[in-house]
């Protein structure tokens, strides 16, 4: 029995009063390598009354080692592709060399669906209260930090973090699963001892304290130790980063970015951090609190930090201030409050941001959303700079809520939307904490908080238990928050209604327009003066209430904003008379966040390319919609066209409907019109009225998964092009139109399929169309594409190919695709390539098909973004046999869907890269629709 083991049975022995867990690590970093060599006792304490036969590890380092563990999944499923094409030595891996039972071999296997998560199959039945030891030898290939930003910097320093092997909790249950770049491992708390070796040029920082350091020739070793510790982060670099600013109850180790500020100012800044920790979540149990850049990297301070550096909306001090702030709160509560992240996250999400909202309340209480824009010229006007800064809060949790995309507070972490896990979730939390405690009132929740972190500091505690402590602080019925707050994605929607007036009282009906149990406040005024506040409480449907009447002048619900409330547009009613309801028009230059007290339109300035004929369009855009989400939209946007030098433009409405719940989660209807010209001194005008059904699987928001159903009715009228005698088409026609989608779109598998209907007077044809992408292994991707289609009758004249099928460039006579030159024969705008029907690069003998065609286009990579393409396909016409056809060439895909080249190079033509005017036959694939762009944003956050 080796001399270490004999000391960690008797450290063992000796520390029982700390904690019933102790790990105690050995390690030396092999730098140059990247690596880490690892000896490791484990000793854990079986706390529950079950005889364990096996237990698991955790060993998060090895969810780097391949394409398919669940880390890779997840930053696939986000549209991140530096991990599938990271290079094999950039991954990380962990190898086990020993493991073993009171020095006895152990049996254990790595889980197939969570490789980083280890069973070991003990040889001695581990009974209740006893505590197995585990001997561990194992080397540590560390990853990149370009993943998750934990790992080796391409510096060579180390930030790690879950870097070494952990027992999984067990409390009548096993309580593990796998690394998906969430933060969020949970562990029991254990005394920590660690010896680690390291190059003596480098400098290593960890929230454990220094026991001793000792020289040697080329290294030194640090030893370590922490108790009652989860987790233990080390950075190892090679140039000094963190500072300790000490404060005389806590030292803070940070090397956040502080914009030079004053020493002095920092010190100051930290004293009134600790100061505020210490009265409203109590004393810090441990000697140092390590605050690091990556974690302000990974969950900064959202806001307007989109904007670039040079413009600076708030002092200095303040967004440093806060960004430690946030740092601290989050780790203060990681390291004390021991809850399972991955399932009961939302209790610290929402301790943090309600005192992150507090400190702001209490020490800058006037600034603004905006912060130092606000007081300016044409700014100042805008709504937006009327908020203050915790405004935010709500904001960011209605974009969800307002789009039918937020998730319940209880469901597990990694089964939120990246926008909700990063922002949504955690301020809805937030302000779900304000609101309950503007319910209780008497600062029952601050002091309930406090008392129940200290309570429970260090212990395996549960949000339950939270529920059940703050129940017995208070007589008010706070059931609403926990079951439907909380469990539920229920929306908050109350209104007044039915205002009777006597002599001495208001009666009143307030109506909850959502199926929920959730309180309400209601403010009776004198114009702006608060005569009293009252909360209505158990509204199921209407409920009726009687008040004094004391001079009252106004009625109005959630008066202040604490309640996060779906819709505030119905929420007062004047007691003057009913011309004083109307919400007056309010007109605003350029989009606003919503003013609940105004009909608000917007005015934005056109400056668009959106075709050759037209060339640059000058014009105003005329809407009502906000930042926030709407039931109701319009859109008018005439414009003043430089080329055609004419009037055109467009306008739309639309009525969006939402429902919870249901696969089928969005109805939209409406009408939308535009005039715009389709060729030289040509226009064309259309009129359609749509309704679009929106599926989803309402169980896994996550997945990419959608539906769509489009029925609308498109009615166009074109100038007549009297030049072209080969066009014996009628100008105007009117045709019928359904379409389904299905496509589940992610980066390692893309799928997609639609079906196509359409009738009109001389012509009917359905269409059938499916894609599949697949990204292979070892990098190389593959792409199929199949397009049948056949007219149902075509009545159209024989030699007009208006409305037939297109082989390589649809004619597009729905105007549906961003032609830039849709009518253009030469020239490179003629060459613009859209995927559609026939798919063809291309340009043969038979573009077009008036009975039926068959297409099969496919590409494969040959290097990075070059692949090889390939069509083949059958195109038939009436009074011809179906003829057989194909290309081939070079596709060169810098940004797939947005931005690709084409060089063809054998075809029915023959070797057309050897024929003349070969520049002519390149085809190119490119965007420049602002919406269309947007996409690459929403896939990676929605």
Do not use: C
Request: no cysteine; proline share 4%.
């Amino acid at each position: 029995m080796s001399i270490r083991f004999i000391y960690l049975l008797l450290l063992f022995f000796s520390s029982l009063s700390f904690s019933q867990n102790i790990i105690d690590i050995k390690a030396k970093f092999h730098v140059e390598k990247k690596q880490i060599s690892v000896s490791q006792i484990i000793s854990y304490q079986n706390t529950t009354s079950d005889t364990l036969n096996s237990i698991y590890l955790n060993d998060w380092n090895h969810s780097y080692s391949t394409k398919k563990t669940p880390l890779a999944n997840r930053l696939a499923e986000e549209y991140k592709t530096v991990f599938h094409f990271a290079k094999d030595h950039e991954r990380g891996f962990t190898s086990i060399s020993m493991l073993k039972q009171n020095n006895e071999n152990v049996d254990f296997e790595r889980l197939v669906n969570h490789p980083d998560i280890i069973k070991v199959t003990l040889n001695t039945p581990l009974a209740p209260n006893q505590s197995y030891i585990l001997n561990l030898n194992y080397l540590i290939q560390v990853p990149s930090d370009k993943f998750t930003n934990y790992g080796v910097t391409p510096e060579g320093d180390f930030n790690l973090r879950y870097w070494y092997i952990t027992p999984a909790v067990y409390d009548g249950k096993w309580h593990y699963y796998s690394n998906k770049n969430l933060d969020d491992l949970y562990i029991p708390e254990s005394d920590i001892t660690m010896e680690i070796e390291y190059p003596k040029n480098h400098h290593l920082t960890s929230e454990l304290n220094i026991d001793n350091t000792t020289q040697k020739t080329n290294s030194q070793v640090i030893k370590l130790s922490g108790k009652k510790r989860v987790t233990s982060k080390i950075f190892l670099n090679k140039k000094a980063q963190f500072d300790i600013i000490q404060d005389k109850n806590l030292a803070f180790v940070s090397n956040i970015k502080d914009d030079n500020i004053e020493v002095l100012e920092k010190v100051h800044i930290t004293e009134k951090i600790v100061g505020f920790l210490n009265d409203n979540l109590g004393k810090y149990p441990h000697e140092k609190l390590l605050i690091t850049q990556i974690e302000t990297s990974k969950n900064p301070v959202y806001g307007l930090n989109f904007l670039p550096k040079f413009i600076k909306l708030y002092p200095v001090h303040f967004e440093y201030e806060l960004k430690i702030l946030k740092v601290a709160l989050q780790n203060y509560l990681e390291n004390t409050l021991l809850i399972n992240p991955r399932k009961d996250q939302w209790l610290l999400d929402g301790i943090q941001v309600y005192f992150l909202m507090k400190y702001v309340e209490i020490n800058y209480p006037e600034m603004n959303f905006l912060g130092s824009v606000s007081d300016f010229w044409g700014v100042k006007s805008f709504h937006a700079a009327d908020l203050k800064y915790n405004d935010k809060y709500i904001l960011a949790y209605m974009l969800m809520a307002r789009t039918n995309r937020d998730q319940a507070l209880s469901i597990p972490k990694d089964s939120l939307l990246k926008f909700n896990e990063n922002i949504a979730n955690k301020y809805k939390a937030g302000i779900g904490f304000q609101y309950l405690d503007d319910f209780i009132n008497s600062n029952i929740l601050e002091n309930t908080i406090k008392s129940f972190l200290k309570d429970t500091q260090l212990k395996p505690t549960s949000p339950l238990a939270f529920e059940t402590y703050l129940k017995s602080k208070t007589n008010k019925d706070v059931n609403w928050f926990f079951n439907d707050y909380i469990k539920t994605r229920n929306k908050i929607d109350f209104k007044i209604k039915n205002v009777t007036q006597t002599n001495d009282s208001i009666t009143l009906t307030i109506k909850n327009k959502r199926n929920n149990s959730m309180p309400i406040s209601l403010y009776a005024l004198n114009n702006d003066h608060i005569i009293s506040k009252t909360w209505v409480e158990n509204i199921s449907g209407n409920k009726t209430i009687t008040i004094p009447k004391n001079n009252i002048n106004k009625l109005a619900l959630n008066y202040n904003n604490i309640i996060p409330e779906n819709n505030l547009r119905d929420n007062w009613k004047s007691l003057r008379g009913f011309f004083f309801n109307n919400k007056p028009l309010q007109f605003r230059l350029f989009k606003d966040i919503e003013d609940p007290h105004y009909n608000q339109v917007f005015f934005m300035p056109i400056l668009e390319f959106n075709n050759i004929y037209d060339g640059l369009d000058l014009g105003v855009r005329m809407y009502n919609k906000t930042i926030l989400r709407k039931h109701f939209t319009y859109s008018f946007e005439p414009q003043y066209s430089v080329k055609s030098k004419s009037l055109t433009g467009a306008a739309s409405f639309s009525i969006n409907h939402f429902i919870e719940n249901k696969d089928l989660y969005a109805i939209r209807y409406g009408l939308s019109t535009s005039y715009k010209s389709y060729a030289e001194d040509l226009f064309v005008r259309q009129i359609s009225p749509f309704v679009n059904f929106s599926f989803r699987e309402d169980h896994d928001f996550r997945s990419n998964q959608r539906e769509l159903l489009t029925v609308r009715y498109v009615e166009t009228k074109r100038d007549e092009d009297i030049l072209n005698i080969s066009n014996s088409t009628k100008p105007n026609y009117n045709i019928f139109n359904v379409k389904y989608v299905n496509s589940n779109d992610n980066l390692i598998n893309f799928k997609q399929w639609n079906a196509d209907l359409e009738i009109a007077k001389t012509f009917s044809k359905v269409s059938f169309n499916y894609e599949f992408r697949k990204l292979f292994e070892s990098n190389r991707q593959l792409n199929l594409r199949f397009f049948s289609g056949i007219f149902l009758y075509n009545e159209n004249p024989v030699g007009s190919d208006y409305f037939s099928f297109a082989l390589d460039r649809p004619t597009d006579y729905l105007f549906q695709h961003n032609y830039l030159g849709r009518s253009e024969a030469t020239g490179i705008f003629s060459q613009q390539y859209i995927e559609a029907e026939g798919g063809f690069k291309s340009k043969l003998d038979t573009p077009f098909a008036n009975q039926w065609i068959s297409t099969l286009n496919a590409s494969t990579t040959l290097w990075k973004y070059i692949l090889l393409y390939g069509d083949i396909g059958f195109v038939k016409n009436k009074f011809h046999s179906e003829k057989f056809v194909y290309d081939s060439g070079i596709r060169i895909n810098l940004v797939t869907d947005y931005f690709e080249v084409y060089f063809p190079i054998y075809s029915n033509l023959g070797w057309e890269i050897g024929q003349p005017n070969y520049d002519e036959k390149i085809r190119f694939k490119f965007t420049v629709d602002p919406e269309s762009l947007l996409g690459l944003f929403r896939r990676r956050w929605f």
